[in-house]
Antibody
Framework: EVQLVESGGALVQPGGSLRLSCVASGFTFSSYEMNWVRQAPGKGLEWISYITSSGGTIYYADSVKGRFTISRDNAKNSLYLQMNSLRAEDTAVYYC??????????????????WGQGTLVTVSS | DIQMTQSPSSLSASVGDRVTITCRASQNISSYLNWYQQKPGKAPNLLIYAASSLQSGVPSRFSGSGSGTDFTLTISSLQPEDFATYYCQQSFSTPYSFGQGTKLEIK
């Protein structure tokens, strides 16, 4: 069964740091691009970061650029999100999501599937 | 950045109804559009990818259409388990933006 399991969420004070982990199973982790998506309480989904299968290309949303760092360890089937300088507005459930892609002719379409169950990060004093 | 706008934001419907949710992109995204369903306390679940391709295991009452800037998700005959929040998402370019969501409620 294809599965993603996040961990590391916690209550942290503003300005603090936290490292989230996502462990993959049931598929060849090293072959897939991965993403982090978050959801503030009662709000919609916000994509925050992407990493290629090798880790060679990384993108961030402006809201986290310079504060968050995505990384992966393919030998451990693991994806990470290092979060520094945390703010109250970073409070959210954080999901890791595999990026699946398919070529239709000359076009490469991508989507998020599956998603992990999420881990809650609360930033509050 | 590409903005995704869904309408309506909420919708009340009855079991057996046909329902359509609309998603509009702020620029041409061809068919780089996906739809997800999310139930309370759960992770999102993929329904439709590449605008109109049904994900394996998703009931055939779900369908997607559109290209360019205007897209629709249609549920042909609502079932009790379909009451949830639905999100569109563009994969044309980063940041991979989502619509604000459409909450489908029981009438």
């Amino acid at each position: 069964e294809v599965q993603l399991v996040e961990s590391g969420g916690a209550l942290v004070q503003p300005g603090g740091s936290l490292r989230l982990s996502c462990v993959a199973s049931g598929f060849t982790f090293s072959s897939y691009e991965m993403n982090w998506v978050r959801q503030a309480p009662g709000k919609g989904l916000e994509w925050i970061s992407y990493i290629t299968s090798s880790g060679g290309t990384i993108y961030y949303a402006d809201s986290v650029k310079g504060r968050f760092t995505i990384s992966r360890d393919n030998a451990k089937n693991s994806l990470y999100l290092q979060m520094n300088s945390l703010r109250a507005e970073d409070t959210a459930v954080y999901y890791c999501a595999r990026m699946k892609s398919l070529w239709f002719g000359e076009f490469r379409y991508s989507w998020f599937d599956p998603w992990g169950q999420g881990t809650l990060v609360t930033v509050s004093s | 950045d590409i903005q995704m706008t869904q309408s309506p934001s909420s919708l009340s419907a009855s079991v057996g109804d046909r329902v359509t949710i609309t998603c509009r992109a702020s620029q041409n995204i061809s068919s780089y559009l996906n739809w997800y369903q999310q139930k309370p306390g759960k992770a999102p679940n993929l329904l439709i990818y590449a605008a109109s391709s049904l994900q394996s295991g998703v009931p055939s009452r779900f369908s997607g259409s559109g290209s360019g800037t205007d897209f629709t998700l249609t549920i042909s005959s609502l079932q009790p388990e379909d009451f949830a929040t639905y999100y569109c998402q563009q994969s044309f370019s980063t940041p991979y933006s989502f619509g604000q969501g459409t909450k489908l409620e029981i009438k």
